[in-house]
Every structure is written in C-alpha cells, then in structure tokens.
C-alpha cells in the first residue's frame, strides 16, 4: 500500500504556531471592536471591520492548505491597509485625545519580521518596511487631509487607552513568541552537538536494485536515536542542524560511518559490489577543506571511490554554480561518482547539467506518485526518464511503493529504483542479510521513511 507521512519541519511549525496566534487574538480584538461599533451604531465601522475580516480570510485559507508564509503576508497586507485608510479616514487626532490606531503598525511588522526569518521573501520585506514607514507618518504628522470623518468623542475616549494597551500586549506576546522560537533553536543546537559526541546518531541504509530486483547498493539515511523521543527522523532535526550551521559536522559524521561499513562489505565476496549513495548538502560542499578532507580520508582507508555516490540536489548549484562544479570536477577525478537527487523538482538548466560530471539523476517520488495517478503525470515521468538516458545518465526511480510503479517505471527507462516495495531504511546488518540473497522486496512498516 502507498504510504504517507507527516514531516515535522521546526520552521512550518512556528509558522503555523504564528498563524495560529494572530487569527485567534485578532479574531477576538475584531468582535470585541465589532460589538462595541454596533452598540454605536456606527454602521460605516462595522462595514469596514467586516470588510477587514473578507480581505483577511483568502490569508487564513491559505494557511489552512499549509501555505504558513503566505498566508501571514495575505493579512499583514490586509491589516496595513486597514490600519493606514482607518487613520486617514476616520482616526483623526484632537486636541485632547491622540490618534492611537497607528499603533498596531509596529505588532504588523513585528509578525512580519517573524515570518521573514523563516522564509526570507522581499515581500515580506517590503511589507515590513511599509509599516515601520507608516507608523513613522502617523506618529510625526496629525491631520493632513480634508477627507475625513471624525469617530465620535466617546469612542476615542476609548480607544485611547485600548488601542494602546492591546498593541502593547500583542508586542509582548509576539516579543515571547519570538524568545520561544530561539530558545527552541538554542536547545536543539546544543542537543544536536551532544548527540554527536555521545554517538546517538545511527545510520540506517535503503536498499536500491536493479530491473531484476537485486540489490546494487542502498542509500545512508541519518536517524537520530534520541534517549527519550525514540527513533527521530531528519525532518525533526536537520532544519534546526542547517540554521546552527551544523550540517558540515553532520555530514562529516555521515561520511565517516558509510565509508567504514563500505569497508566492512568489501570484505565479502556477497556484498563487494554493493555501493553507496551519500548526501551532501549546500553548507557542507562549500565548506574550504571539503575536497582535501574528503580525499585525505579516502587515501587512509583506501575507500573504492567508484562504489560511492555523492548525491546532490539541485539546489546546491543556485548559490556558487562555477565552485560548486570546480569541486565536483575534481572529486569526480579522482573516483567518486555524483548523482543528482529529487531531479526535476529545483530550477537547475539543461545546459548547467552538462557541464557537470554526472553519471546518475534520481527522480523525486512525487513524480512516481503523479505517474500512477494521471496521464499528465504519466508523461512528465516519461519525459524525465527519457532525458536522462539520452544524456548518458543511470536513472533511478525513488518512493517505489507498488509493482504497478515499478513495471511502470521499467518500462519508461530507469535502470536502478529505491521504495517501500522493496524495502524501509534498515540497519546495516539487515541491509547486508538482504544484500546476500534474501528477498528484497519484502516490505516492513517504517514511520521514518524520508
């Protein structure tokens, strides 16, 4: 049966924590205004909270479709404009009451500049820059315009101590959000290094075979055996891992453990062949000594570069694409082999892939999904496959989780495949059992799949 999982990624989590927190209480402010306009009986109000409340929920709904960061920018956009025509229109400052509702505009880039350190997006930018702009205005300049319509004294009275003491509040409790979220941060990082020195990291491998279902090699999947969560799978630790700059110890870590049970393999004549598929991230290839330690480790152990693939992703060429290649050029050299991993999902070009030295493209599972469930799916899949062949690279079919998607897959070129069909992440010695003639295609249950 296909499987599905839930990734827990640190940086959605808050985002749908901040999302949460700002529909809530904003829910709560609005009905509290709504209520109090009503017993004014100030209809042009109430029209314009209720016209807040329609241009803010297109943002909640995409929030609910878990598009966090959209969403959030939807309704500071939305607030921003309602703060900025309610102080033009209608918040008008007295002689003796002040204009207070301006001072929602810092909360706004407040929740702005918490969503921008999560997904770093020149709107978000631009949105948080309007708003410290606009408060600026209102609080240097009173009444500018001639179109106006005062609120009534009785109201203003009011909203004099309010609007202040809620902005005030919604400040504090965006202020504990944020110490929450770097508390969190802080913890996870120094949990992480301890669970490098204190050995809790292990290394689990998934099998990849061939059109004939024999194994060839497996791919090294980091786990995180965690004294009391249990087994962790990288989405609970790795984007914390990357934010820390962490991920060069981690895959230095990752490298060392896959060369020394490469080395345990090559010892028997049933498991000599196997190879393994490695992952390096952005941070850690761009590290300076990356190539020199790589290459010095290899030449103490005496590692088969040939048996070992680096995988990849296409992100990795987005920062430095001419270091990067360099780089690949030079490991490639002396051995190794590069695969490109979840092809077809970044924004690499045609003509940069070949000019890289690669011998290897994995297609993202959620082609393989699309395929089985559509015609149009069907085609990409195809096409994918058939691009790497006729650029002279081994293809492999991730997330294969059903005979149908590997007959399938078979037919439209890929030459190696990895899924649930033929087996989890397992340990290495059950990779080796498996590796040395049991079935593989026996399939197991695995809530940490990737």
């Known amino acids: 049966m296909p499987r599905s999982y839930t990734i827990r ?131 240097s300049t009173g009444s500018l315009f001639s179109i106006e319509n005062p609120i009534p004294r009785s109201f203003r009275v009011v909203s004099s101590w309010l609007n202040p003491i809620l902005a005030t509040l919604f400040l504090f409790a965006g202020i504990v959000a944020m110490h929450t979220n770097f ?107 990356f190539v020199r330690k790589l290459l010095r480790r290899v030449h103490a152990n005496n590692i088969p570069c040939a048996q070992v693939h680096l995988e990849l992703t296409e992100s990795v060429f987005v920062t430095d694409p001419q270091t990067v290649a360099a780089r690949m050029s030079e490991l490639a050299a002396a051995g190794f082999r590069f695969s490109l991993d979840d092809f077809g999902t970044g924004f690499s070009s045609l003509s940069t892939l070949r000019g890289l030295p690669l011998e290897q493209i994995k297609i993202d599972r959620s082609f393989i999904i699309s395929a089985s469930e559509s015609e149009k799916g069907s085609v990409i899949a195809k096409n994918i496959a058939r691009m790497g062949s006729e650029l002279d690279l081994e293809v492999v079919a991730e997330g294969i989780e059903t005979q149908q998607q590997w007959s399938m897959m078979k037919d439209y070129g890929c030459t190696l495949f990895q899924g649930f069909l033929f087996s989890p992440p397992v340990g290495v010695a059950e990779f080796v059992r498996l590796a040395q003639g049991e079935n593989p295609k026996k399939s197991t249950d695995d809530p940490l799949a990737p």
């Open 9 to 139: 990624d640190p940086a959605v989590e808050h985002l749908a924590y901040l999302c949460h927190l700002a529909a809530y209480t904003g829910l709560v402010v609005c009905l509290g205004w709504l209520a109090f306009f009503i017993s004014l009986k100030e209809w042009e109000l109430v029209i314009s909270l209720l016209f807040l409340a329609l241009a803010i929920l297109p943002g909640w709904l995409l929030a609910i479709k878990g598009h966090f960061s959209a969403g959030l920018m939807l309704a500071q956009i939305a607030c921003l404009l309602f703060v900025v025509i309610f102080c033009y229109r209608y918040d008008v400052p007295g002689n003796s009451v002040p204009r207070t509702t301006h001072l929602y505009l810092p909360v706004i880039a407040l929740v702005g500049y918490m969503n921008y350190q999560q997904n770093r997006s020149r709107l978000q930018a631009i949105i948080i820059l309007l708003s410290l702009i606009a408060f600026i205005f209102y609080c």
């Open 183 to 289: 508390s969190r941060r802080t913890q996870m990082s120094k949990a992480i290094q301890h669970a490098l020195y204190n050995e809790q990291f292990i290394l689990l491998y998934q099998p990849m075979v061939n059109a004939s279902g024999q194994v060839t090699g497996a791919e090294a999947l980091i786990r995180w055996q965690h004294p009391v969560s249990g087994l962790l799978p990288p989405s609970a630790f790795l984007p914390d891992a990357q934010e820390a700059g962490l991920m060069p110890m981690i895959g230095e870590w990752v490298i060392s453990r896959a060369f020394k049970d490469l080395l345990q393999w090559q010892k028997a004549a049933a498991t000599r062949h196997l190879s393994v598929s490695i992952n390096i991230t952005a941070d850690h290839l761009m590290q300076p000594d």
